[in-house]
């Protein structure tokens, strides 16, 4: 029993030192990356921020892909919108961090590496992190080899040691928000839910498949009802928890509807930025041009397939 005990304390302790290393290693990564964009040390925050917001380039569909030529306008118009809030949000962020919460498959590492990309900030993936520190290549290894309580506790690690730095967006996993003293940390920061209908989380994981999600990775011949029975179950246990996030960004809002697969992850990102914004600024109206803008950009959009 000691035995046991005894190895369990050295899986924890190696998981932090290797959580650490992990995001210290991200970090001088990052700083890597913008020293050779801007070629030199001289103003190289302002010149690396200057180069991330000329450099930011639509990002490839999370749930279709566009053909036509107004496609490529729209794009456009959304990566200007994408430069121009961005930049209104970041003066009024002073080096916060934001943490994007939300159902698995929502978007939140996708998302939040161009929200990174545009804020001139470094990002992190809880999930990846604590990958990292244990040496597995997946979620679903994690879980079977140790535990998911292992799992949640070496996740909430990962939360901890994010939280006391600045000027990061971090995707936390599906289930952080079950755990109090997640909050405790994510709440020195902006915490933002991706809510995104449940009926296009399960059609997107029942198409990419859930091998990497071991919540959902049970055998079925309709991947789409299993996925959408097992997500309604977990929004239900989670609803309150998601709600206790300082923002909600309602992904498909603008449309009216429940149906997301015209938008892109630029599009999701905009609406997030929209929404902290407000925040920051404590003013509701000051979305409303960008919001048109937006609705304008996807309309074309829609029309052009």
């Known amino acids: ?112 590496k161009i929200l990174a990309e545009v804020l001139g900030y470094s990002f992190f993936d809880s999930d990846k992190l604590v990958e990292q520190a244990v040496s597995m290549s997946s979620v679903a290894q994690i879980f079977k080899v140790h535990s998911e309580a292992f799992f949640r506790e070496n996740g909430s690690c990962a939360l901890r040691d994010l939280s006391s730095m600045r000027r990061l967006v971090v995707a936390t996993g599906g289930a952080a928000v079950i755990r109090t003293i997640n909050w405790n940390y994510m709440k020195k920061g902006l915490s933002v839910w991706l809510d995104v209908p449940l009926d296009a989380l399960a059609k997107r994981i029942a198409r990419v498949g859930t091998a990497s999600r071991p919540l959902l990775d049970q055998p079925c011949d309709d991947r789409y009802t299993a996925a959408f029975s097992k997500l309604s179950m977990l929004a239900e246990q989670r609803g309150d928890a998601y709600h206790t996030a300082f923002i909600c960004a309602e992904i498909a809002a603008k449309q009216g509807h429940g149906d997301v697969s015209m938008l892109t992850p630029t599009n999701i990102a905009i609406e997030a930025l929209l929404k902290i914004g407000s925040f920051v600024t404590e003013d509701p109206t000051t979305n409303d041009l960008a919001g048109n803008l937006q609705a304008d950009s996807q309309s074309r959009r829609i029309k052009a397939l």
């Not at 899986?11 to 992990?22: E, K, P």
């Not at 380039?57 to 121009?84: I, M």
């Not at 209104?88 to 934001?98: A, D, R, S, Y």
């Open 1 to 112: 029993m000691e035995a046991g005990a005894g190895m369990a304390m050295q899986s924890h302790a190696a998981a932090a030192v290797g959580l650490r290393s992990a995001i210290l290693g991200g970090r001088e990564k990052r700083a890597r990356a913008g020293s050779l964009r801007v070629g030199g040390p001289a103003g190289a925050g302002a010149k690396a921020m200057a180069m991330r917001t000329r450099g930011t380039k639509p990002v490839a569909p999370l749930w279709c892909v566009d053909s036509a030529d107004e496609s490529k306008h729209s794009l456009a118009d959304e990566a200007l919108l994408l430069k121009r809030k961005s930049e209104e949000v970041l003066f009024h962020l002073n080096g916060q961090c934001i943490y994007l919460v939300g159902m698995m498959g929502s978007g939140k590492s996708t998302v939040g």
